[in-house]
């Protein structure tokens, strides 16, 4: 009896693994060869409030915004083969959340944690300071970027994307490992004059500066 139970413990293993690597291997992500006529041709979709932009090739990149009310960006690269190669989330230039590194079958072989970078202020604490100082509105699609107000979808991102410029410089520390300079965001755009946004990432206090162009050349 004891030997009938052990073959069946076996077999139902053995069943759960080929499940797990078919499994993974019908999840693997694919670069969508038929909506862009085998990668030659740049393609905008739609689904829901995302944004997607689809690179041809030889880039084949793709570009997911989120709705407004996120306000974010998911960079995705792929391999020749169509098969997903990194997966990055950014605000501006900031990547955050776990950024994924796949091989050419499409399995997983880096991650690395972006937000073990930040301080007390993570990227969606610096949208929401943004908002408080009155640059964006992501409920009304209102900014000061733009002459426009612009729509809540995924079109907010991607239309501020190339205007609003959000950066992170990490805390620097000293030999002992203590911090002798706190985490800094800044943000800025160039309207008439250049507005710039600094942010300190422990404590979330920040400052705000306009400059002539001539005067930061």
């Given amino acids: 009896m004891k030997k009938v139970f052990l073959i069946i413990f076996v077999n139902l293993i053995l069943i759960i693994s080929m499940y797990a ?32 932009e689809i690179w041809a090739k030889p880039s084949m990149f793709q570009k997911e915004y989120a709705p407004a009310r996120d306000f974010y960006l998911i960079v995705k690269k792929f391999h020749p083969n169509g098969n997903i190669n990194t997966f990055t989330k950014v605000l501006g230039s900031v990547p955050f959340g776990e950024r994924k590194f796949y091989d050419e079958t499409g399995k997983l072989i880096k991650s690395i944690n972006e937000d073990a970078k930040f301080g007390k202020i993570r990227p969606k604490d610096m949208v929401e300071i943004l908002e408080k100082i009155g640059w964006i509105n992501r409920k009304t699609g209102e900014n000061v970027i733009t002459d426009e107000i612009l729509p809540i979808d995924g079109d907010f991102y991607r239309h501020l994307e190339g205007t609003l410029y959000i950066q992170f410089i990490p805390a620097e520390y000293n030999k002992e490992g203590k911090e002798i300079k706190p985490p800094i965001w800044t943000a800025f755009y160039m309207k008439y004059k250049m507005h710039y946004c600094t942010v300190n990432g422990n404590t979330g206090e920040y400052t705000l500066e306009e400059h002539n162009y001539i005067n930061i050349i």
């Fill in 21 to 52: 690597q078919l499994n993974e291997t019908m999840m693997v992500e694919k670069y969508n060869f038929g909506i862009t006529e085998n990668g030659t041709k740049d393609t905008l979709i739609r689904k829901g409030d995302w944004i997607i």
